[in-house]
Every structure is written in structure tokens, then in C-alpha cells.
């Protein structure tokens, strides 16, 4: 008998233990999602992407990481209101350069992560000007905000990616399925 009581213990125990970090995962993140960025039909380039938005649990902060493959002379990347034919409209926030406002060649063809950063509420222009970083992150989950990166042999746009609520991974984070729009 005692070596039940003893087992059950300690299964609680562990259960309580997993379900605490569980928690304590929640507290440190609040919600993610991730765009898939495509070609722009029209542009001829092999270029690949995504950009993942995480919010801090306080709603206070968007930490973004803009992920490239094979693009070549990046100047900018924006997160933009999607226009009323899917393309890129009004600019909401710089994503890169991470200073903001001033295109910054990154010369040649390049791999890995081109910026990541914090996007905070006195950072947000246009439309969103006066707005929360909350507010960006539910247009991006909606579709209504996208993301476009700029080259100099494209400087109307290389890649465009706008998020589509339709796939969940097993981290829970929404996945975007590419779409240009375009």
C-alpha cells in the first residue's frame, strides 16, 4: 500500500513539475505568427523567406525575425496594410534596416537572418501611428498587414508574404501559407 501511495505521489509530483513550466512558458511569450514570403509575380529571383512575429506577454513589445534565402541587394523590408488588390499599400513599420527609415544595401546575395528587432508603439507610421504593437500583430493574424522586402533591382518589391490562418504546427504557432496577392 505504501509503495501506491508513495507511486501516486510522485506522478503528481512530475505532473505538477511539467505543468509548471508549462506556465511559465505562457507568461514569458504571448502570441506568434509566422509569414511565409513568396515572389512577387513578375519579379524573377529564387529568393525565399519568412518573418515571425512574437508578442511579449505584456503587449507592450513585437520581436520579429526576418529569415532570407538567396536574395540579392536587399535595401528595405516593411510590414505594409494590404491593398485593396493584395499588394503592399501604406508602410506600417520598418523591419530593416533595424534603425528604421533609410534603406541600407546589403550588397551581394545573402542567406540567413537579414534583421531582428523590437517593434514598440512609437515605432508604428501611417495608419498605425498612435496605435499598440497588439493591433499590428492582429492585422498580420488577419491578413490585413503583410510583409515586403525591397531590392535594389526591385524596389517596388522582390518578396510579398500575407498570413493565412489556416495551419497550426505543433508549437502552436500559426503558419502562413504563401501568398503574394499580386
Wanted: glycine fraction near 14%.
Amino acid at each position: 500500500m505504501r509503495k501506491i501511495v508513495l507511486t501516486v505521489l510522485g506522478v503528481v509530483a512530475f505532473l505538477a513539475f511539467i505543468a509548471t513550466g508549462a506556465a511559465w512558458a505562457n507568461l514569458m511569450h504571448g502570441e506568434r505568427v509566422k509569414v511565409k514570403l513568396d515572389t512577387i509575380p513578375g519579379v524573377k529571383t529564387s529568393a525565399s523567406g519568412d518573418a515571425v512575429f512574437e508578442l511579449s506577454k505584456d503587449g507592450m513589445t513585437l520581436h520579429y525575425k526576418l529569415t532570407l534565402k538567396k536574395i540579392d541587394n536587399a535595401t528595405m523590408a516593411h510590414v505594409h496594410v494590404v491593398g485593396d488588390n493584395g499588394t503592399p499599400a501604406a508602410i506600417l513599420v520598418w523591419i530593416y534596416p533595424t534603425t528604421g527609415m533609410a534603406p541600407s544595401l546589403r550588397e551581394g546575395s545573402f542567406s540567413g537572418t537579414l534583421a531582428e528587432g523590437d517593434i514598440t508603439a512609437d515605432k508604428l507610421l501611417g495608419p498605425m501611428k498612435g496605435g499598440t504593437v497588439k493591433e499590428l500583430i492582429e492585422k498580420i493574424q488577419h491578413g490585413t498587414a503583410g510583409v515586403a522586402i525591397h531590392t535594389k533591382q526591385n524596389g517596388g518589391g522582390e518578396l510579398w508574404g500575407v498570413h493565412k490562418e489556416d495551419m497550426k504546427n505543433k508549437a502552436g504557432m500559426t503558419e502562413e501559407k504563401g501568398s503574394s496577392g499580386y
